[in-house]
Antibody, heavy 119, light 106 residues
Framework: EVQLVESGGAVVQPGGSLRLSCAPSGFTFEDYTMHWVRQAPGKGLEWVSIISWDGRNTYYADSMKDRFTISRDNSKNSLYLQMQSLTTEDSAFYYC????????????WGQGTMVTVSS | SYELTQPLSVSVALGQTARISCGGN??????VHWYQQKPGQAPVLVIY???NRPSGIPERFSGSNSGNTATLTISRAQAGDEAAYYCQVWDSLTAIFGGGTKLTVL
């Protein structure tokens, strides 16, 4: 089955750090650009970051640029999001997302992992 | 930065046609993608590059893009189409989402 499974969501205190993981299956992971997209409870979708197929190129939304780091390990079939200096505004479901062939639509989404930043 | 404007909610009678708009400056010059998100579920791509349907998406879903407005059209609306719908474009290296439209099927 073609799917993405996120893990690592947790309750963390403001100022803390967290690492999310995503495990793809059913397709050749290294062939695809990948993204993280987040959604605060009851709110809309917000793009977080992109990483090229080989991990060499990354980009971030402005509000996360200096705090989040996206990475991947194609040998382990894994995508990661390292988050630091978390604030309550980072509380959200974080989705691992695959870019469609041609690159500009999001054609496969994980079920998401919840990050709650609270004291 | 580029902004996308969607109505907060749209209602449609069962079996009728729903149209959800996505406004943006000269949006016709951009590829617009549409996602459906049902409560408690992850989003699903329903239209990509303005008019294209992924495999498995019913023909009742169609898209258009002209001028300053892109439109998602759902024909013969069913109860199962009740969901939030989001449009999305790229602005330089940043993905931009509209605020989302809640579709209610009456």
């Amino acid at each position: 089955e073609v799917q993405l499974v996120e893990s690592g969501g947790a309750v963390v205190q403001p100022g803390g750090s967290l690492r999310l993981s995503c495990a793809p299956s059913g397709f050749t992971f290294e062939d695809y650009t990948m993204h993280w997209v987040r959604q605060a409870p009851g709110k809309g979708l917000e793009w977080v970051s992109i990483i090229s197929w080989d991990g060499r190129n990354t980009y971030y939304a402005d509000s996360m640029k200096d705090r989040f780091t996206i990475s991947r390990d194609n040998s382990k079939n894994s995508l990661y999001l390292q988050m630091q200096s978390l604030t309550t505004e980072d509380s959200a479901f974080y989705y691992c997302v695959r870019a469609a062939r041609g690159g500009d639509a999001f054609d496969l989404w994980g079920q998401g992992t919840m990050v709650t930043v609270s004291s | 930065s580029y902004e996308l404007t969607q109505p907060l909610s749209v209602s449609v009678a069962l079996g009728q046609t729903a149209r959800i708009s996505c406004g943006g400056n000269n949006i016709e010059n951009r590829n617009v993608h549409w996602y459906q998100q049902k409560p408690g579920q992850a989003p699903v791509l329903v239209i990509y590059r303005n008019t294209n349907r992924p495999s498995g998406i019913p023909e009742r879903f169609s898209g258009s893009n002209s001028g300053n407005t892109a439109t998602l059209t759902i024909s013969r609306a069913q109860a199962g189409d009740e969901a939030a719908y989001y449009c999305q474009v790229w602005d330089s290296l940043t993905a931009i989402f509209g605020g989302g439209t809640k579709l209610t099927v009456l």
